[in-house]
């Protein structure tokens, strides 16, 4: 858009991104995940074609929000930013009042034509939002701004847990912390508030934590005291990943995927039928292909001129780390079990078109470096 | 990192004066926000470096380290062991004719997890095949025990009509399965029930003993008779297959298969249609009959008269079936041969006989006066002959043709229990005779000191005189009183009576024999003493003033044999036995012992009627019909039998311990 007269003037030197505003690397890597995705979809749902065209579909109209956004110069995006920031507040409002229940939570709203979790929405919503109240105030930011900050950050999150969703609040909570901590909070701020949480933590568990999240974090602790019940998830889905070895089983050929015995394998425990099929060498590519995304994304930022970009972007690029953490620890048994899935693997279309839209903010902060619209 | 204090640099694009500049103290600073910004992106950027690399260690411990631990529990996850279960060996007599065999049958099976409604079900199977209300709830209990998707019987031996008709509803309930399998079956019904036995379901009982994993999928187990003592033989081994399941169990292939091998067949030594007259023969009596060869030991027959219908036992017999079998009078579950311990009575006056001239206490020159009465001295008590008016002087001889007690009464005074005790041991009284069955009584073979250790009271001279003709507290099985009566017909040798003549080998068809068995032999003092009582029974048969020479006339055989009247019910001394004044379950047992022919014998007989009065009156009739039937059957020669078997001289113990230590 604004490099429309470059174009025109250098064709043979310009670069991929200067055609299409499109980082080069970065679509690379998140068409590798999203392809690798589909793949071990096909099976983990046990070759459901309809599932895994679902799937691709979302994917499609993913890459498609990624085109789109990215000729979007940023500076819409800050100036629209408090609007969407609103809505999105106001359809979680809204998941309250009206919300499908699925597994024991209110998380979906039915549009009529598509099923929506606003909640994965705010996981960029917010963190632009906190950019935004970044924009105009010196770095790094001071007590007063961190806790006005905190009260943005605190409205989606307590809507969010009253669903309840502890997983998609915890993820909320952290894409805001990351702005904070990309606008180079103090570290002892930091700290503190990493001491703080550890105190409120055991409070929050006596009086506000359902029981099957904690009976999730009980089985975290030890799996083996209720090995039939809660701890089976984790058990079978070590199982997979242990049994696949260093080169897997082969695809379709995973045990424990293809005879049901790993629960939920085509969402949160899809990390386990990539294990199984594939093998230690599968887990080091997906992984490396995601350290690959992260890294390029927090680069695309450090790049950006201005702090709107930076922070929104890191705060992308940090929000999808957590997501890879969460899910690959809660599977290998590492963390407790908690609701999330492996981005752009796992089956769930809010999900994959939000984590590819995220992208398309990315892609618009690395073809835009001038926040002035010239 | 960045403080207030090393931020100079102000790029300000409003103005402010020196007041706010000291309130607000800050600006933005563009270089310095990036430098942050950097500073962060790069810590950001190594913590997650540092966290996928946690992530992929703990990824490889698991893939690498403990692969074979994760790799057995994913093979313990989807692969089950499935046991198939032998066909189990059938049983034939010594000609081939089937005892016990296997046929093809369906049964109704119900696979719980399919079932929609349950009420439609239960509705359906009650009018169906009369299932009762408990019998459907226990379709549920069962679910526990059992692995998911497989069907719970609900009845064994379907009718065709039944097969028909329920074939036409399997489209309303698709939880019900038609499953074909096999079914013991006994094809001679309650002939020689007693020997063959039956197998039933396998009980909670039976796998208290039974090899876990060799039964891991039978049903039904050996529970009485040969079926029971032959169990091993009979069960085969049991085969397994490997499936795959998926996570709620349901068989998703078979990876591979052992099958099993079937057991072997058992042939007996009995010979069914001798059985079948032996049976006949008894008619309505309640007894037994027992024919052995002397020589080898081999059981021809055995009847126990009632009997049952084995097949009624073994998918479980109903209440009212069993009520009627166990309460009736005639006792026809109770096996007469192994169990029923009577009175020996005169059948064992041979053996006292042999027994007073072996040690020397009667010469056979020595005679009795018989009186008709005997009593020990300074005893006012008489101890009667079965003859009132006596049998006047008496050799052993004559003692034993015309069946004198008083000879005996004197007899056994002189021996003394004890010497008596020590001798008739020898001819197998008071031991089990070790037939190849199980639970088989011992008889009861009275001495001073048994009767110390039981009753705690002293021996009584008077209890020796009745002891003489096998009276008092002398108990034997039928079984025993054969085997007696063989070592009289084989010169002191004592064979160990047997059914089993050998077993199949599955695959070649050869036969591996039991070898012939032996207890310790009757020490022969002097052969001329044999000969004589052999003579006496001979005569028994043979002459005029012989108990049972009634019987002589129409016998195909020569025969020698001796007659037994055992008292159930004590007379007092002044009372007549009068069989019309007392009840039938008090009368007299008959007894006849016999074996023929007379040289070099094959078959010994013993015959037993329960309260049937006189011996050679009525058991000694029967007897000799069993003798002309074997004699008609075998044309006075014994056939080797399995013509068609190539024998091979290999000892059935070893293929029974063989089959001991096969391993699951």
């Known amino acids: 858009m604004s490099t429309g007269y470059i174009q025109e003037n250098e064709v043979t030197s310009s670069s991929f991104i200067e055609k299409t505003n499109i980082d080069g690397p970065l679509l690379l890597g998140l068409l590798f995940l999203c392809s690798l995705g589909l793949l071990v979809l096909y099976s983990a749902s046990r070759e459901n074609e309809a599932l895994v065209i679902r799937q691709a579909t979302f994917m499609g109209i993913g890459f498609l929000a990624i085109v789109i956004v990215a000729q979007i110069h940023p500076y819409y995006l800050r100036v629209w930013t408090p609007v969407l920031f609103a809505l999105v507040n106001l359809l979680l409002v809204l998941v309250l009042v009206v919300g499908d229940v699925g597994k024991g939570a209110q998380r979906w709203l039915d549009l009529g034509f598509i099923r929506f979790q606003p909640s994965e929405a705010m996981k960029i919503i917010l963190p632009m939002m906190m950019a935004t109240f970044f924009i105009q105030r010196p770095l790094p930011p001071r007590l007063k701004e961190l806790l006005m900050a905190l009260m943005i950050v605190a409205i989606p999150v307590a809507l969010i847990l009253r669903q309840p969703d502890l997983g998609t609040a915890i993820l909320v909570s952290l894409s805001g912390v990351f702005v904070l901590f990309l606008a180079g909070l103090r570290w002892w701020m930091i700290f503190s508030a990493i001491g703080s949480v550890l105190i409120l933590a055991p409070i929050y568990w006596k009086f506000f934590m359902h029981n099957y999240q904690k009976t999730r974090v009980l089985t975290f602790l030890n799996p083996e005291n209720d090995p039939m019940g809660a701890g089976w998830n984790i058990g079978q889905s070590k199982i997979a990943i242990g049994s696949g070895g260093f080169y897997g089983k082969g695809w379709l050929s995973g045990t424990q995927s293809q005879l049901e015995f790993l629960p939920e394998a085509n969402t949160d425990f899809i990390f386990a039928v990539l294990a199984e099929e594939f093998g230690l060498v599968g887990i080091m590519i997906l992984l490396g292909t995601y350290l690959f995304v992260i890294l390029r994304s927090l680069y695309i930022s450090a790049k950006a001129e201005d702090t709107f970009t930076r922070l929104t972007g890191g705060a992308i690029a940090l929000t999808f780390f957590v997501h890879v953490f969460v899910n690959c620890g809660m599977v290998s048994g590492m963390l407790p079990v908690v609701g999330m899935p492996l981005p752009l693997i796992s089956y769930g279309g809010t999900s994959v078109a939000t984590l590819l839209g995220g992208f398309g903010i990315l892609m618009s902060i690395a073809a835009h470096k001038k926040m002035d619209k010239s | 990192m960045a403080g207030n204090s090393l931020n100079p640099g102000r790029k300000t694009n409003k103005v402010v004066n020196n007041d706010q500049l000291y309130k607000q103290s800050r600006v933005k600073d563009k270089v310095l926000e990036l430098r942050l910004f950097s500073v962060r992106a790069v810590v950001s950027g190594l913590l997650v470096f540092g966290a996928l690399l946690v992530i992929l260690g703990n990824a490889a411990f698991l893939t690498v380290n403990k692969h074979d631990y994760y790799t057995t529990r994913s093979e313990n996850n989807r692969i089950k062991r499935e046991p198939i279960a032998p066909v189990r060996g059938n049983i034939y007599d010594r000609h081939g004719r089937e005892l016990a065999i296997n046929l093809p049958s369906h049964r109704l099976e119900v696979v719980p997890e399919k079932v929609k409604d349950k009420e439609a079900l239960y509705e359906y199977l009650s009018s169906a095949v009369g299932l009762t209300r408990e019998g459907f709830e ?400 001979e005569d028994v048969v043979a002459t005029r003033k012989g108990t049972a020479h009634k019987i002589r006339k129409s016998l195909q055989m020569s025969v020698a044999g001796k007659t037994g009247t055992s008292q159930v019910f004590s007379l007092r001394q002044d009372q007549n036995y009068d069989a019309n004044s007392i009840e039938a379950r008090l009368h007299d047992h008959a007894l006849f012992v016999a074996y023929a022919p007379i040289k070099d014998p094959d078959i010994v007989v013993a015959v037993i009627v329960e309260n049937g009065g006189s011996g050679g009156a009525v058991a000694a009739p029967i007897a000799k019909t069993i003798i002309n039937a074997y004699h008609s059957l075998y044309k006075n020669k014994v056939d080797e039998p399995f013509k068609k078997a190539k024998v091979e001289s290999v000892s059935v113990e070893s293929i029974a311990s063989h089959s001991t230590t096969i391993d699951g």
């Open chain 2, 138 to 537: 226990n379709i549920n209990k069962q679910k526990r025990h059992r692995k998911a998707y497989r069907g719970v019987p609900i009845k064994f031996r379907l009718s065709d009509a039944e097969i028909a008709r329920i074939s036409v509803e399997l489209h309303r309930f698709p939880e019900l399965q038609i499953q074909s399998d096999l079914t013991r079956f006994y094809p001679q019904r309650d002939k020689m029930a007693h020997v063959i036995g039956y197998v039933g379901r396998v009980d909670s009982r039976d796998l208290e003993r039974l090899d876990a994993n060799n039964y891991a999928s039978t049903t039904h187990v050996g529970k009485i008779g040969i079926e029971k003592y032959y169990e091993d033989i009979l069960h085969g081994q049991v085969g397994f297959r490997h499936i795959e399941v998926n996570a709620q169990g349901r068989e998703i292939g078979e990876i591979d298969r052992t099958e099993p091998i079937p057991g072997r067949n058992i042939y007996l030594q009995v010979d069914i249609a001798l059985q079948e007259v032996a049976e006949a023969a008894l008619g309505s009596f309640k007894g037994a009959a027992v024919v052995m060869n002397p020589k080898t030991g081999a059981v021809l027959s055995m009847v126990s008269n009632p009997s049952f219908d084995p097949n009624l036992f073994v998918n479980g017999i109903s209440h009212k079936d069993f009520n009627a079998l166990n309460t009736s009078t005639a006792k026809p579950l109770f096996n007469r041969i192994l169990n029923g311990q009577y009175p020996p009575g005169s059948t064992i006056k041979p053996m006292m006989g042999l027994v007073g001239l072996e040690t020397k206490t009667f010469s056979k020159f020595q005679k009795i006066y018989c009186p008709g009465y005997f009593s020990l001295k300074g005893h006012k008590h008489r101890f009667r002959d079965w003859k009132r008016v006596g049998h006047g002087k008496a050799d052993l001889h004559k003692a034993i043709v015309e069946s004198c007690d008083v000879y005996f009464y004197e007899l056994a005074n002189k021996l003394g229990i004890d010497l008596m005790f020590a001798e008739l041991s020898y001819y197998g009284f008071g031991r089990k005779t070790g037939i190849d069955l199980h639970s088989e009584k011992s008889g009861l073979l009275p001495s001073s000191a048994w009767k110390m250790r039981r009753f705690g009271k002293q021996w009584y001279d008077g209890e020796t005189v009745i002891a003489g003709i096998g009276q008092g507290y002398m108990l034997a099985t039928p079984l025993q009183i054969a085997v007696a009566t063989a070592v009289i017909a084989n010169n002191g040798k004592k064979p160990i009576p047997r059914l089993l003549y050998g077993i199949e080998n599955a695959g070649d068809g050869k036969m591996a024999v039991k070898q012939i068995q032996y207890d310790i032999p009757v020490p022969i003092r002097n052969m001329d003493n044999w000969k004589l009582i052999r003579k006496g029974m």
